[in-house]
């Protein structure tokens, strides 16, 4: 009977530890997406690895840090060769723990757009024709986010912007030399395509509007680019590099004036 008594103690202790455990996780999560909202990345770094040492194996947390590193990334100087190793190494540990969170879910959206994302990151770091490989696994990796369809709309709608930033950044190559490389599928117009369905999914992100007239701009619709990017002055700030795009919009929009 004393045994018995026991079992079910121990059950009931090892069930409240790990419901009190999953409590202090939401909290941390919440607490990091506060500061992510912020800009405020040193934070939320801070609080996302508190997170990974409850739950290491947690695939939300592991695909925020990647996120988080990223950004951190972002903002790091690169005006000399150290400076710019260091942010290449930033980047490639934010691949690391994409790429973690992808084995430990993969059937959940966010951990392959952060892959994605954070490849596409190395890839423009080292050039598109140096690491074909690379672009070509961005790509496949985005394409598997949206097959999948979770996360909510703003994953998804991010999910199919960098999609279409992919086709519009590397169909800027001369196509004969990227076809060589296996590279030869990446296209404007589908570009047009995914930006507009990005913006379907989740309006009033800036950069949507921003990458989407400058695909439109290459095609010489000039018209719906500035509709694009009159658009883009009414957006809230949501991302840390918005205040840059704003000052980038409205040059685009002077410069384009009168065409």
């Known amino acids: 009977m004393k045994r018995t008594n026991y079992y079910f103690f121990f059950i009931f202790l090892i069930t ?46 592991l695909w925020k840090l990647s996120r ?24 490639q540990k934010a691949l690391d723990y994409a790429d973690k969170s992808v084995k430990q879910k993969p059937d959940l959206s966010a951990g392959f757009l952060r892959r994605a994302i954070a490849n596409g990151k190395i890839a423009l770091f080292k050039g598109v024709f140096s690491v074909a490989g ?35 950044k590397t169909s800027e190559k001369w196509k004969p030399a990227r076809s060589i490389l296996g590279l030869g599928w990446a296209d404007n117009e589908i570009a047009l395509t995914e930006y507009k369905k990005a913006i ?21 619709d000039y ?11 009414t957006c809230q700030f949501q991302h840390q590099d918005d205040e840059k795009r704003l000052a980038e919009t409205k040059k685009t929009l002077n410069d384009i004036k009168d065409e």
């Open 134 to 168: 690379v672009v070509n696994s961005v790509r496949a990796d985005v394409e598997k986010a949206i097959q999948l369809g979770n996360g909510g709309n703003f994953i998804q709608g991010v999910a199919h912007y960098v999609l279409g930033r992919t086709h519009a």
């Open 68 to 91: 988080t590193y990223v950004d951190i990334a972002d903002r790091m100087p690169t005006s000399t060769g150290e400076q710019e190793d260091a942010q290449l190494a930033v980047f």
């Open 223 to 233: 018209k719906t680019a500035r509709e694009m990017l009159n658009k883009a002055l």
């Open 16 to 61: 409240a530890l790990l419901r009190v455990q999953a409590q202090s996780l939401d909290a941390l999560l919440e607490e990091g997406e506060k500061y992510y909202k912020q800009f405020n990345n040193e934070k939320a770094l801070e609080v996302f690895k508190k997170a990974e040492k409850i739950d290491a194996n947690n695939a939300e947390v």
């Open 200 to 220: 379907e999914i989740y309006p009033g992100y800036m950069m949507f509007y921003v990458d989407y007239a400058n695909s439109l701009i290459r095609e010489d």
